[in-house]
């Protein structure tokens, strides 16, 4: 399709935009610079950040029980590199995509490659799917993958992990993402120890051909698909494996694959501490992995991750390099509405989290006042820094207010002439 987002819809809607935005920026850059707060300093931060989109989340998703397709869906890798070279374009905050294998079906490197480099993408980590069989294949992933208990099996979902790693080093990515979904539902119907290790001998061949400047991500989740037990349920067993891995194996916090009271914010601050925390996928929830947009549901949990997260930056913690992106499903919202709001709810965290008084809260620390530390995280986290965001965007040619350009730009109605509509309902989507 020809221009995807037309610049002149762009440069008209933040025209109409612009005064009110100088306004609020420059009455922001007073009000912070009360507080010794450089407004310039913590735009340009806001500006080099960028998260990932994953490119299964620019389609519909769905529930267990049914999916409800939207007009326009994409209908192969191309559709959805364009519709995340769409969000992109708006918000500037998301120059990457983060690869499914094998829902992306991904038979022409060279054309791929080629593609992404016009959109202006860059391919982020990969992630494996051995939690679906696929037609054809020959051992079923129905009891488990890297654990399963039959060797063949084991070696079917490694040498697809194998595959993924080809894939990428082709496309320029630097980092897999491994995620199973093997566990269990009866008590008694595997054994933990034996299973375990089983994994650990999976992952050490995955691990075996990691290219030199590669990392893996393995992903924990405390249950679904499996109910009663999953082989890597949460940050400790993610943690031993990191360690018996090596140094190119991290942790990856996914914020739904915690059990709901679970305070995140301080296994990432453990995760810093040792060195091994990877990345994150984010999106929010409040029963399980609800998948949803990332701060709908608690925005200060949010910011209270990237809180660590900054203070780690600040203290300049060893190793520290955390990969940033999605992952979340849309079931009512136009995905590519829901991930541009999502993008910049996670820049709104991390322009907060930088406007911390981290001088005056480690006194407070101290001190033990307990009410003025908490007060000082909740100065950051009430200061509304959109203007800061806003500006970060138009600097860099986005729009000041992505949603309302996207609607203005009609990308959805002129998608939805040229792609079929979907007509897959079946649920069953992770
Ligand atoms: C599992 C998960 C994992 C998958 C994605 C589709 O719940 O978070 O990251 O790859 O969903
Ligand atoms: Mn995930
Ligand atoms: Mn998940």
Same mark, same amino acid.
């Given at each position: 399709?020809?221009?995807?987002?037309?610049?002149?819809?762009?440069?008209?809607?933040?025209?109409?935009?612009?005064?009110?935005?100088?306004?609020?920026?420059?009455?922001?850059?007073?009000?912070l610079?009360?507080?010794?707060v450089d407004i310039e300093a913590i735009r340009q931060k806001v500006?080099?950040?960028?998260?990932?989109?994953?490119?299964?989340?620019?389609?519909?998703?769905?529930?267990?029980?049914?999916?409800?397709?939207?007009?326009?869906?994409?209908?192969?890798?191309?559709?959805?590199?364009?519709?995340?070279?769409?969000?992109?374009?708006?918000?500037?905050?998301?120059?990457?995509?983060?690869?499914?294998?094998?829902?992306?079906?991904?038979?022409?490197?060279?054309?791929?490659?080629?593609?992404?480099?016009?959109?202006?993408?860059?391919?982020?980590?990969?992630?494996?799917?051995?939690?679906?069989?696929?037609?054809?294949?020959?051992?079923?992933?129905?009891?488990?993958?890297?654990?399963?208990?039959?060797?063949?099996?084991?070696?079917?979902?490694?040498?697809?992990?194998?595959?993924?790693?080809?894939? @990428? +080093?082709?496309? %320029?990515?630097?980092?897999?993402?491994?995620?199973? $979904? &093997?566990?269990?539902?009866?008590? #008694?119907?595997?054994?933990?120890?034996?299973?375990?290790?089983?994994?650990?001998?999976?992952?050490?061949?995955?691990?075996?051909?990691?290219?030199?400047?590669?990392?893996?991500?393995?992903?924990?989740?405390?249950?679904?698909?499996?109910?009663?037990?999953?082989?890597?349920?949460?940050?400790?067993?993610?943690?031993?494996?990191?360690?018996?891995?090596?140094?190119?194996?991290?942790?990856?916090?996914?914020?739904?694959?915690?059990?709901?009271?679970?305070?995140?914010?301080?296994?990432?601050?453990?995760?810093?501490?040792? @060195? +091994?925390?990877? %990345?994150?996928?984010?999106?929010?929830?409040?029963? $399980? &992995?609800?998948?949803?947009?990332? #701060?709908?549901?608690?925005?200060?949990?949010?910011?209270?991750?990237?809180?660590?997260?900054?203070?780690?930056?600040?203290?300049?913690?060893?190793?520290?390099?955390?990969?940033?992106?999605?992952?979340?499903?849309?079931?009512?919202?136009?995905?590519?509405?829901?991930?541009?709001?999502?993008?910049?709810?996670?820049?709104?965290?991390?322009?907060?989290?930088l406007?911390?008084?981290?001088?005056?809260?480690?006194?407070?620390?101290?001190?033990?006042?307990?009410?003025?530390?908490?007060?000082?995280?909740?100065?950051?986290?009430?200061?509304?820094?959109?203007?800061?965001?806003?500006?970060?965007?138009?600097?860099?040619?986005?729009?000041?207010?992505?949603?309302?350009?996207?609607?203005?730009?009609?990308?959805?109605?002129?998608?939805?002439?040229?792609?079929?509509?979907?007509?897959?309902?079946?649920?069953?989507?992770?």
């Amino acid at each position: 399709m020809g221009e995807r987002i037309a610049a002149t819809v762009i440069e008209a809607d933040n025209a109409k935009r612009r005064p009110a935005l100088d306004a609020d920026y420059a009455a922001l850059g007073e009000r912070l610079a009360r507080r010794g707060v450089d407004i310039e300093a913590i735009r340009q931060k806001v500006a080099a950040y960028g998260v990932a989109i994953p490119s299964w989340g620019v389609g519909t998703g769905g529930t267990r029980f049914a999916r409800f397709p939207g007009p326009g869906e994409p209908r192969h890798i191309f559709d959805k590199l364009n519709d995340c070279a769409v969000i992109q374009a708006l918000t500037r905050a998301t120059p990457s995509v983060s690869l499914h294998i094998p829902w992306d079906k991904v038979d022409d490197l060279g054309e791929l490659t080629d593609t992404a480099s016009t959109l202006g993408l860059r391919f982020d980590a990969m992630n494996s799917n051995t939690f679906q069989d696929q037609p054809g294949q020959s051992h079923s992933y129905k009891f488990g993958s890297l654990s399963h208990s039959d060797s063949a099996t084991r070696n079917q979902a490694i040498e697809h992990n194998l595959e993924c790693i080809a894939i @990428g +080093k082709a496309l %320029g990515s630097t980092a897999l993402t491994v995620w199973v $979904g &093997d566990g269990s539902n009866f008590p #008694g119907q595997s054994h933990f120890t034996r299973s375990f290790e089983r994994y650990l001998e999976s992952m050490r061949a995955i691990y075996a051909d990691l290219p030199d400047d590669w990392r893996v991500f393995t992903e924990h989740k405390i249950f679904e698909p499996a109910f009663y037990s999953t082989v890597v349920q949460d940050w400790g067993t993610n943690y031993l494996i990191a360690q018996e891995l090596g140094p190119k194996a991290f942790c990856l916090v996914d914020l739904g694959h915690h059990a709901p009271t679970v305070n995140i914010e301080m296994i990432v601050a453990r995760l810093v501490q040792f @060195g +091994k925390l990877g %990345g994150f996928h984010f999106n929010d929830s409040r029963y $399980g &992995d609800d998948d949803l947009d990332t #701060g709908a549901i608690d925005p200060y949990r949010l910011f209270l991750v990237f809180n660590e997260l900054v203070d780690a930056e600040t203290r300049g913690a060893k190793g520290f390099d955390p990969a940033h992106m999605l992952d979340q499903s849309h079931n009512v919202t136009d995905p590519i509405e829901s991930l541009m709001t999502s993008a910049m709810e996670v820049q709104r965290a991390y322009a907060q989290a930088l406007i911390v008084d981290r001088v005056a809260l480690a006194a407070f620390q101290d001190d033990n006042d307990a009410l003025m530390a908490s007060e000082t995280l909740k100065q950051a986290f009430r200061t509304d820094v959109e203007p800061i965001l806003a500006k970060a965007r138009l600097d860099a040619g986005g729009a000041i207010a992505p949603v309302p350009c996207y609607r203005a730009a009609g990308y959805r109605a002129k998608v939805a002439a040229e792609r079929p509509q979907s007509t897959s309902l079946g649920g069953g989507i992770v």
